[in-house]
């Protein structure tokens, strides 16, 4: 039986997180992307380059990962990806989310939250990480590439969302 893109992106992310068998996840990310160049698939790949110590190509599947992420939430999520650019903004992650007082439609007035909204506003926060999981993936690369002032530019877009600690971004 042939596996989905989903399967083998997810194949090939599990063994660069444990830094096993990476030539066989290389093989998995590119039958998955031979399917779907959606933005996890293209983080994956990066990811799993920069496992196997390719920084510079691996640099060029972040860059198209983070590109792709902000245009999927700029045309999926307008009012996040406004939260996600605005520098003045309180941290999206913080205690009490940005995202309950923050993430109401244009002309909408505020109210309770409702279960619904609360559905919504979780995956509004679950697209932001996932974001915040991408860039972090090209903050490594940049790193490794001894790029530390782009490094740090993505380390600051991240903290910016109230993200201090990484260890939950993978």
Not at 18 to 30: F, G, R, Y
Not at 88 to 110: C, D, H, M, N, Y
Not at 115 to 126: C, R
Request: proline share 3%; with cysteine.
């Amino acid at each position: 039986k042939k596996r989905t893109a989903e399967q083998n992106n997810l194949l090939a992310y599990c063994r660069s997180l444990s830094m096993t068998d990476l030539k066989q996840a290389l093989v998995e990310i590119d039958l998955a992307l031979k399917k779907d160049k959606n933005p996890a698939l293209l983080d994956t790949k990066g990811w799993v380059l920069y496992q196997s110590g390719k920084y510079e190509e691996a640099l060029s599947y972040a860059n198209q990962a983070v590109s792709g992420f902000s245009d999927e939430i700029k045309s999926n999520a307008p009012e996040l990806f406004k939260l996600l650019t605005d520098t003045r903004a309180p941290a999206l992650f913080a205690p009490k989310s940005k995202i309950e007082s923050t993430l109401v439609t244009e002309g909408q007035e505020s109210r309770s939250p409702t279960k619904s909204s609360n559905t919504i506003q979780a995956a509004l926060a679950e697209m932001a990480k996932n974001f915040a999981v991408v860039r972090l993936h090209r903050v490594r690369i940049l790193e490794g590439l001894g790029r530390n002032e782009e490094a740090k530019q993505d380390l600051d877009w991240i903290r910016s969302l109230g993200i201090e600690d990484f260890s939950d971004l993978y």
